[in-house]
């Protein structure tokens, strides 16, 4: 008598199914209740948080696209952001485009803009691939200060509401639709990118892009199209915040922004969508925490309730070197070994 231990596929349809096992599909539709039910009983503080985890969650897959999962490394996610929020705006302004139709066409332009910094990752890798694109975050800064006549230089643009049937999106409970569908977008479109032609490439240059381009990968071509494909969701991300917040300033954009996502994709884990969530969600969450957790003890302890907004960077840093100490792959990791835990109780071995 022999007995099977792990997971095993009799159909290429099963093989090939996003949620192949009965528990994941209990796992996403919980989540989805969740979701769907969230903003009806959540306050509009926690619905602006929610938003705010939703559109970094679009940034921060497109950005995972890029490193985790090609090996490109990049500082630029704040500029490639800029572009799509300044676009969207000025295409809205200046052409009176409704707001959806600017959103694709800054999604598009961030695309093209990705592409057109991606051109040294033919002849850069690694540190020199990143300062690079640290190139780009500093060209970007410099656009937005000084380019007044386009910009505004340190002025905020100001954008009208934007609506959809007469309704104002712009406030937490609305917004909060288009944000999760946007960032269930993202996460649908990533994961279906993977098990495509181009995604395999995508990884396949990551591990040992010398190799790929033997077995026939184009590594130049598939290099290029990361960063659009990256790019295109940062330039999703940056148009939702200007649209939300309906004032898009420089200040959103900085380097400290790009450092934030690539920080987001370390701890939630790459080469991951929902360590992309993951990630978004604890760096996103994080000041909230520190905030509320200073008031909680204001009374208690003043002294430690004044110092706690001064060492959230402090705490950003070392939530980030703990990470890559003890366990590099993130949140997703860490969730995983849960998973491998409970599918095998109550026995000792872990499938493979």
Same mark, same amino acid.
């Given at each position: ?6 997971? /095993? ?18 796992? %996403? ?21 929610? =938003? ?11 950005? =995972? ?20 929020? *300044? ?39 690694? &540190? ?6 640290? #190139? ?31 309704? $104002? &999106? ?11 569908? #946007?960032?269930?977008?993202? #996460?649908?479109?990533?994961? =279906? &990118? ?26 130049? $071509? ?9 790019? /295109? /969701? ?10 939300? $917040? ?8 900085? &380097? ?5 996502? %690539? ?6 884990? %790459? ?33 430690? #309730? ?35 835990? /409970? ?5 000792? *071995?872990?499938?493979?």
């Amino acid at each position: 008598m022999s007995f099977e231990c792990g997971v /095993f596929h009799t159909r290429y349809e099963s093989d090939m199914g996003l949620r192949p096992r009965p528990a994941q599909r209990i796992r %996403l539709g919980a989540f989805a209740v969740f979701v769907l039910a969230f903003p009806f009983f959540a306050s509009t503080y926690w619905l602006d948080l929610a =938003n705010q985890v939703a559109i970094a969650t679009v940034g921060a897959i497109g950005l =995972n696209i890029l490193v985790g999962y090609t090996g490109q490394i990049s500082l630029g996610q704040g500029a490639f952001m800029a572009v799509g929020a *300044y676009a969207a705006g000025l295409f809205t302004l200046n052409l009176g485009l409704p707001w959806g139709a600017s959103i694709a066409l800054a999604c598009v332009l961030t695309a093209a803009a990705g592409t057109f910094f991606g051109l040294p990752s033919l002849r850069l890798k690694g &540190l020199y691939l990143a300062i690079a694109t640290l #190139a780009a975050q500093e060209i970007a800064e410099w656009a937005m200060t000084h380019w007044t006549a386009v910009t505004g230089g340190t002025e905020a643009i100001v954008l009208p509401s934007p609506a959809l049937f007469g309704i $104002r &999106l712009n406030t937490a409970f609305n917004f909060y639709w288009l944000a999760v569908l #946007a960032a269930a977008g993202t #996460a649908l479109f990533a994961a =279906n &990118l993977f098990r495509t032609r181009a995604g395999r490439a995508f990884v396949a240059v990551r591990d040992q892009d010398i190799a790929a381009s033997v077995i026939g990968v184009n590594v130049f $071509r598939t290099k290029l199209l990361a960063f659009a494909t990256s790019s /295109f /969701f940062a330039g999703l991300a940056g148009a939702l915040i200007a649209y939300y $917040r309906t004032i898009i300033t420089w200040e959103r954009f900085t &380097l400290e922004t790009s450092i934030v996502y %690539l920080a987001m994709i370390i701890v939630g884990g %790459l080469g991951s969508i929902r360590g992309s969530f993951f990630g978004a969600a604890l760096i996103t969450l994080l000041p909230a925490m520190i905030a509320n957790l200073g008031r909680a003890v204001q009374e208690t302890a003043p002294a430690v #309730a004044g110092l706690l907004p001064h060492a959230q960077q402090a705490v950003f840093g070392i939530v980030i070197i703990l990470f890559l100490v003890f366990e590099p792959k993130g949140l997703s990791k860490l969730w995983g070994n849960v998973k491998d835990y /409970f599918h095998v109780w109550p026995f000792a *071995y872990r499938r493979e």
